[in-house]
């Protein structure tokens, strides 16, 4: 073999090399640090200065409607018995210090799941985690309601919602 073509296999080699650890760099990288998120813009038409306040007339009794949990109880894991007041729209759970619930354990992802609040209660999705996320032992797939007192676990942390 000519020294020419050794230098050129040598080369070849080391560029493969060096492309394999870019890359195992760029997944520890996104694994620690998370992706980064993107702000949506705001909806045309809206302005930018608050509207006047106005007077608030007192309202009529509202009919009785679906009762929502206003806490969330770490029932086991590394943080049982933490209390945490839900947030008014959403709570993200994971691994990434941007979530609202951190929980650093093997089993759990990044962005892990989503705690939604819809018109009947509160919503459960899993965002594409490997582990899963489960509500009263079943594995959950699509967003799902979560009844008061109901167990969900995620990685090795278990919680209720609850009044």
Do not use: C
């Not at 018995?81 to 691994?95: A, N």
């Amino acid at each position: 073999m000519s020294e020419l073509t050794l230098l050129v296999l040598r080369i070849a080699f080391l560029a493969v090399l060096w492309g394999f650890v870019f890359a195992i760099v760029y997944a520890l990288r996104s694994d620690l640090f998370g992706q980064k998120v993107r702000r949506m813009p705001a909806a045309p038409g809206a302005g930018t200065t608050a509207p006047a306040p106005r007077a608030q007339a007192p309202r009529p009794a509202a009919p009785r409607g679906p009762v929502f949990a206003t806490r969330l109880v770490i029932t086991s894991g590394a943080k049982e018995g933490l209390e945490i007041v839900l947030p008014e729209e959403q709570l993200t759970i994971g691994r990434s210090s941007e979530s609202g619930l951190v929980i650093r354990d093997d089993y759990t992802s990044t962005h892990h799941a989503r705690l939604l609040r819809w018109p009947d209660g509160w919503v459960v999705q899993d965002l594409d985690s490997t582990n899963g996320t489960f509500l009263d032992g079943n594995r959950i797939i699509v967003p799902t309601v979560i009844p008061l007192g109901a167990t969900v676990r995620i990685g090795t942390t278990s919680f209720e919602l609850r009044r």
